[in-house]
């Protein structure tokens, strides 16, 4: 069997029929053949390969075999066109026609990342101090940010070694351009990842399952259903520490959990980070209202904490569940609350009130409020204080390839 890896996509029993070439330009045709689900599911896949808000540069990775007899090199391209076409009644094959353009040093590109970011606004400086941080796969070669000399945690994810690199003064990273070189089969290691209905998503099109979706970067996971999001760490071996969380509004001395959301919104999705968007009615938990509970969920490569935000035109004290009664064995401290025999903290919480309850407890805002921000997730090898200082850091990131 012959294998064309494009991006996340796995083509498999491809037949190439034909290959023209043209400067940068390699165009391929030829036959996607597997199961009625599998083919519509690659077919997704490859036309999310156009989108110009997701990966605008895909790893190509060729399993040599019949296409070694082809000049197809494995390296790292743009997706410039694709072409699908099915017949009637045979949907367990279809016609493929892609265009790809290489980088510029395709077989080993220059990277770079421009990443911004400052303290988060709902985690107070005098709480905590945020530390920017950046994380490639550790098989980056060359890494460099211009001026510092960062250090660097190396961290075991499902899919592969990671590299985070923070500096001692923790704000290099709000302002840098950090480069590296790296293989096009070491791309997806650590990644953020989504996929919905069980299927990996390529792009942001997918289908409106908000009771089916799953983020996870390889360190934690994030399984969405009816109103809970359950969440899990890699022990290096399998996921464990399955516990559930919730996003709820106080009243008095109750809660009522969001129920299962009606919509869902891919916000972004690439590799080095992935944002959804769920959408609630406010009227399941309240009663002749008219308003949308907005939640997003964020993960980034690298990170062991969850960015979980609330918006909504509704001002209640909005809050959150937690799968932990934190007791004895909890710390309060850099504007967290962490459970050292379960390594599961909470953060932005300072500025919260904690009711415990049966089976765990319930932080909620003191005052009614439209917006509000938390970290759900796991400490790892981080301990509490990088942890929350890592989280502290509200950053943003794009990856480029530039010239050398």
Known sequence: MCDLKIGRGQLADVTVRSMTARADQTDISGKLAGTPDEVVHA??????LEDPAGETVVPVVVTPCALAHLPIVSGFYRVTQVDLSMVALKYDRAEVGISLKRVQGYA??????????????????????????????AAAAGYETGTQTPTNYVLQSASGPISVFTTPTGTHFFDSRPQWFLPPDAWYAGAATLRVGGRTVVGRQVQNLPGDWQIDNGLIRATGGPGAVTLQRW????WVGAAQWHVARGRGGGVDPLTAPHTLTVIRNDPAGVTIRCAHDAAAIIPGSRFVVHV???????????????ATRGAYQWGFLAPV?????????????????????????SALSQF???????????????????????????GQQLTAE????????RVLVVAR
């Open 43 to 48: 077919l997704q896949q490859l036309r999310a």
């Open 390 to 397: 890592f989280y502290a850091a509200d950053q943003e990131e």
């Open 235 to 238: 022990d290096g071996a399998s």
């Open 296 to 310: 997003d969920y964020s993960l980034r490569r690298g990170s062991t904490v969850m960015d979980v935000r609330l």
């Open 325 to 349: 009664a934190w007791g004895a064995g909890s710390t309060l401290a850099y504007d967290s609350r962490m459970d050292a025999s379960l390594q599961t903290i909470a953060c932005g919480v």
């Open 108 to 137: 080993a590109p220059l990277f770079e990342a421009v990443v911004i970011g400052g303290q988060r606004a709902t985690s107070p400086a005098g709480q905590v101090v945020a530390r920017a941080w950046h994380a490639v796969p």
């Open 356 to 382: 415990d309850r049966v089976g765990g407890s319930y932080f909620a805002s003191l005052t009614d409020v439209q917006a509000a921000a938390w970290g759900w997730g796991f400490a790892h090898a981080h």
